[in-house]
């Protein structure tokens, strides 16, 4: 159950960067790491749900990669202009990784309807000037605060997950999938050059169809 929230996470994967204010504007490739909170306490695998997560973004690229008990790694690698990511699994001796268009993202999007409102409140996170926007779940009655920045110039950065109408980089945001929902609080940034090698995937990885990475969690409940 603890890997199947990995998944959660790298499906609905949101890139974004930070930099300092003689940067700000100039910067669109670093490293980003966010805290991840489960936010179901009365969930038996709360415990065990990952507690951060590492965006490394170039452009329109992206990778986000999370992992537990140091054995089981997964990550996601989205490129926002061919609008698809590659998904992957390690796992051991396990090595499987799948391709999801632009019908697939749009599809696990829908798994959770969002509504925004913006206020017109804003805070400082990392340096940056960040906008507040109330997100509404048109699915159930609940809604929360979501806080997102326009200081770094990567307007699209959000066409691959359910914040597509948000046209800046989140920097706060939760997502529900599978009965589990989870908040992410950007943590700390590094202004970093950024390999293209980090895009690739690896070359021992099988490819594989989405309901095959799909299956792979549901049997490491």
Known sequence: M????????????VWLASCTEAQRGHRNEGVLEFKVRCLDPENAFCSLSPTSAKLSFKAHRFKMEMSAFGMFKTAVIGDNRLQAMWHSVDFMDLHKFCKLNAADLKKENQQYPLKFIETGKTKTILGFKAHQVIAERMDVKSSFEIWYTNDIPLPESNVLNPYAQIKGVLLEYRIRKMDTELAFVASSYEPLTISDSIFNLNKASEQVSYTDIQSIFENLK
């Open 2 to 13: 603890a890997f199947r929230h990995l998944r959660i996470v790298l499906i609905t994967a």
